[in-house]
């Protein structure tokens, strides 16, 4: 069974810091694309970077570049989400997703929960 946990959300102050961890399990984690997707309140959901685990490369949303960083720890299966000088508008729900390939369509196979993201001014 495939499964994606986020973790990591809460509530911050404009300017700060959050760190978000998305848990795979169920596929091999390798041959797979991770995607960061948020969702705020009467929004679509929005795709915010995509993270190729083969070859490195990642895509990041304009609104987030230079700002939100992505790593992983392929021996956890782990990716994480540094998210830096966060601002009010990024309150959302942040999901992980995960496909084979990267896209900024919200069509992946496979989706976490969800946590929240709350950044007040």
């Known amino acids: 069974e495939v499964k994606l946990v986020e973790s990591g959300g809460g509530l911050v102050q404009a300017g700060g810091s959050l760190r978000l961890s998305c848990a795979a399990s169920g596929f091999t984690f390798d041959d797979y694309a991770i995607a960061w997707f948020r969702q705020a309140p009467g929004k679509h959901r929005e795709g915010v970077l995509c993270?190729?685990?083969?070859?490195?490369?990642?895509n990041y949303a304009d609104s987030v570049k230079g700002r939100f960083t992505i790593s992983s720890d392929n021996a956890k299966n782990t990716v994480y989400l540094q998210m830096n000088n966060l601002k009010p508008e990024d309150t959302a729900v942040y999901y992980c997703?995960?496909?084979?390939?990267?896209?900024?369509?919200?069509?992946?196979?496979?989706w976490g929960q969800g946590t929240q993201v709350t950044v007040s001014s």
């Open positions: 997703a995960a496909d084979s390939y990267c896209t900024w369509s919200p069509e992946y196979a496979y």
């Open positions: 993270f190729s685990i083969s070859d490195g490369r990642t």
